[in-house]
């Protein structure tokens, strides 16, 4: 059974940080790429970063130069750190692991985690 694992989440000043942490279990974890994702109350869910099997990143405009997404195979697990919060970051932050074959894509998703910014 796959799980995704995230924590980290909490209230935070603006201007403050936070590291969130997806640890991944009952997948092969290295060839997935593994994202976060944020959904805000009445609004879809948006990708925020993410990070393929070769290291290659991915992040929305709105968090370029702010957010870093690691990943640590031998751990299973990825990383978001946050920085120079805003506000508007507030939201449920959810990790994706996504992988892509000749036949189907798979796609899992963990439970969320609540980030709060406060001005």
């Known amino acids: 059974q796959v799980q995704l694992v995230e924590s980290g989440g909490g209230l935070v000043q603006a201007g403050g940080s936070l590291r969130l942490s997806c640890a991944a279990s009952?997948?092969?974890?290295?060839?997935?790429?593994m994202g976060w994702y944020l959904q805000a109350p009445g609004k879809e869910r948006d990708m925020v970063a993410n990070i393929t099997h070769d290291v290659t990143t991915n992040y929305a405009d709105s968090v370029k130069g702010r957010f870093t997404i690691s990943r640590d195979n031998a751990k299973s697990t990825v990383y978001l750190q946050m920085n120079s919060l805003k506000p508007e970051d507030s939201a449920v932050y959810y990790c994706?692991?996504?992988?892509?074959?000749?036949?189907?894509?798979?796609?899992?998703w963990g439970q969320g985690t609540q980030v709060t910014v406060s001005s």
């Open positions: 994706n692991a996504r992988r892509t074959t000749l036949f189907r894509t798979y796609d899992y």
């Open positions: 009952g997948i092969i974890f290295s060839p997935n790429t």
